[in-house]
């Protein structure tokens, strides 16, 4: 069985995925953006897994295993940008089009703890007797009370992916209730 880290990584290189959640600028807004990973970031994590995290000063590594780099980038690439708010550092990753999607991690007693936005996992949350439609369709509800949704459809196929625009006080309570699922609890390597 694949772990939630190999279906974070799915999400996020396979951009055509029906579910993703995309976000139209990085987040937090008007936070600072760093040049740097802190240097209690630098380093390699692991989750005692297969899945590894590396950070330099200016770049990061996911999903390193002895079969794929699974995604890698750089705060200097202008596809990366780093930001810090209270007890999180938000990696925010652009894609081609121009949108983003966002990690937020925490950093702990040696190692880190990583979130994404995944609506595969959320569904995994719901009742079972529920259809993946109506599942999909409660959470953008939820979601959209929360801050607007809007829905994107790839006119290449029937897929679609959502987007949003979240306030500091909206993406806060996003993530206070739990749309940002931890991925992943990293342990310091070296």
């Known amino acids: 069985m694949k ?4 279906l974070f990584i799915v999400t996020v290189i396979a951009l055509s995925s029906c579910t993703n959640v995309m976000f139209e600028t990085s987040v937090p807004k008007n936070a600072e953006i760093l040049s740097e990973f802190p240097k209690d970031v630098v ?3 692991s989750d005692g897994k297969k ?3 590396l950070f330099t000063e200016d770049s ?8 794929s780099n699974l ?23 652009k894609s081609d089009e121009g949108l983003w999607t966002v990690f937020p991690f925490q950093v702990k007693d040696n190692g880190l703890d990583v979130y994404a936005f995944i609506v595969e996992l959320l569904k995994e949350k719901l ?7 109506e599942k999909e369709d409660k959470i953008i509800d939820e979601i959209n009370n929360i801050t607007r949704v809007k829905t994107i459809l790839n006119s290449d196929s029937n897929d679609k992916e959502y987007l949003i625009d979240p306030t500091n006080k909206e993406l806060y309570e996003l993530m206070d209730k739990g749309y940002f699922v931890k991925i992943g609890e990293f342990k310091r390597l070296k």
Do not use: H, P, V
């Not at 772990?3 to 190999?6: D, V």
């Not at 995604?71 to 990753?93: C, F, H, V, W």
């Not at 009742?127 to 439609?133: A, E, F, I, N, V």
């Open 3 to 6: 772990t939630k880290f190999i």
């Open 43 to 45: 380093g390699m994590f």
């Open 51 to 53: 899945d590894t995290l």
């Open 60 to 67: 990061f590594e996911f999903g390193i295993s002895k079969q």
């Open 71 to 93: 995604i890698s980038g750089a705060l200097t690439d202008g596809k990366s940008e780093l930001k810090r708010q209270g007890d999180y550092l938000y990696l925010n990753i």
């Open 127 to 133: 009742d079972s007797s529920m259809t993946d439609k």
